[in-house]
């Protein structure tokens, strides 16, 4: 079982990866609001290797709750604090409640950006639908070399 400072320095440790990765999802937004699809897939592949150290933070920080016979969730981490806070509780108040804030910041940035990668997805469903609907029109020349037409015909000669 780690030792008090070791978990301390973890929370550090947690709340510091948050912050990066807030950043990264700023770098997100303003990717996909630009349309910078190499950014994004790049962006991706930090993500991901970022969101797998958060969530091993965090199991870490359960599993020591747990160990020292606390509910491995937010009110398990207050109560901790009131039990093992000591002389510096306040400081450690402080850096669960920013981690706290950075986790919640960053669910609300990431559904966000949710939100504007739908509605990209949807703008570019609509301009390939047009397009389809466009190519259905256009003339197109069979095996002879003769025009082919699709979709609404009208004869010239009897407008």
Same mark, same amino acid.
């Given at each position: ?17 948050? &912050? ?6 700023? &770098?997100?937004? &303003?990717?996909?609001? /630009? =349309? ?7 962006? &991706?592949?930090? /993500? ?8 091993? +933070? ?6 020591? +709750?747990?160990?020292?016979?606390? /509910? ?12 093992? =806070? ?25 559904? /966000? ?43 010239? =000669?009897?407008?």
């Amino acid at each position: 079982m780690p030792s008090r400072d070791t978990f301390v320095r973890s929370l550090v440790t947690e709340r510091d990866a948050f &912050a990066r990765f807030l950043g990264l999802l700023e &770098a997100e937004s &303003a990717s996909l609001i /630009k =349309g910078d699809v190499e950014e994004l897939v790049r962006l &991706a592949r930090i /993500k991901s290797e970022q969101v797998d150290a958060l969530n091993g +933070l965090a199991r870490d920080r359960s599993r020591f +709750l747990s160990g020292e016979g606390f /509910k491995p969730d937010r009110i398990g981490m207050s109560e901790w604090l009131v039990v093992n =806070g000591g002389p510096d509780g306040e400081r450690l108040s402080r850096l669960w409640q920013s981690l706290v804030h950075d986790a919640s910041e960053a669910r609300r940035m990431n559904e /966000k950006n949710g939100v504007l990668i739908d509605s990209r997805l949807r703008f570019n469903q609509a301009a390939l639908n047009a397009l389809r609907g466009a190519s259905h029109t256009a003339t197109l020349y069979g095996p002879d070399g003769v025009p082919e037409f699709r979709g609404r015909q009208r004869d010239l =000669g009897h407008a």
